[in-house]
């Protein structure tokens, strides 16, 4: 059974600092990653998408995938109250589905 | 505009009532899925589409039930069956292309 799996957190940082999400997944074969944001009482919304090894930047978001440490990140640059929010990591299974990690919960303070 | 539609946002459920869950969507995708959210949890899969006519058992299948008999459309009955049904419930559906899957804004269901 792959697994991917998160630090539920919360993670704190202050309003300005760098925010840095962790994801480690079991499968060597995964070849895709993605990250969705959800607010409380919201459901999920697609963030980022990375689909090779390296860095992806859209805005002030970066996802980082490690291929041969099976680990995939996600860095938020300039982190705003309103980036408080349960991000969680997903990979897909077989077949046709995404399996999601736990979620780890982001507070950014003023 | 495109996009996936549940209903109701909220509902409410006598223990021993079966209860159906709406999901539609006008994205032209493929497949479609039902996600259970507890507090503090992650997503778990109950059922999943890839086609009309057909679905498969996620996770924790028991309990639940589905049909697909428009690719539209892929309601979700929460039968007495389920012991513990008081949840968040998750609608997605999937372009077959890309993995990225689309949420609906989903259904909160609390058993009185």
């Known amino acids: 059974q792959k697994e991917v799996e998160q630090n539920s957190g919360p993670l704190s940082v202050p309003e300005g600092a760098i925010a840095s999400l962790n994801c480690t997944y079991s499968?060597?074969?995964?070849?895709?990653f993605f990250w969705y944001r959800q607010y409380s009482g919201k459901s999920p919304e697609l963030i980022m998408s990375?689909?090779?090894?390296g860095d992806k930047e859209d805005g002030r978001f970066t996802a980082q995938l490690n291929k041969a440490s099976q680990y995939v990140s996600l860095l938020i640059r300039d982190s705003q109250p309103s980036d408080s929010a349960t991000y969680l990591c997903?990979?897909?299974?077989?077949?046709?589905?995404?399996?999601f990690g736990t979620g780890t919960r982001l507070q950014v303070f003023p | 505009d495109g996009g996936i539609t549940q209903s109701p946002k909220y509902l409410f459920r006598k223990e021993g009532q079966n209860v159906t869950l709406s999901c539609e969507q006008n994205l032209n995708h493929d497949a479609m899925y039902w996600y259970r959210q507890d507090p503090g949890q992650g997503l778990r899969l109950i059922y999943y589409?890839?086609?009309?006519?057909?679905?498969q058992k996620g996770d924790i299948a028991e309990g639940y039930s589905v049909s697909r008999e428009k690719k539209e459309s892929f309601p979700l009955t929460v039968t007495s069956a389920q012991k513990n049904p008081t949840a968040f419930y998750l609608c997605a559906s999937w372009t077959g292309d890309s993995y990225e899957q689309f949420f609906g804004p989903g259904t909160r269901l609390t058993v009185l």
């Open positions: 997903a990979s897909p299974g077989w077949p046709d589905k995404l399996i």
């Open positions: 589409s890839q086609i009309v006519n057909d679905f």
């Open positions: 990375i689909y090779s090894n």
């Open positions: 499968d060597r074969g995964s070849q895709s």
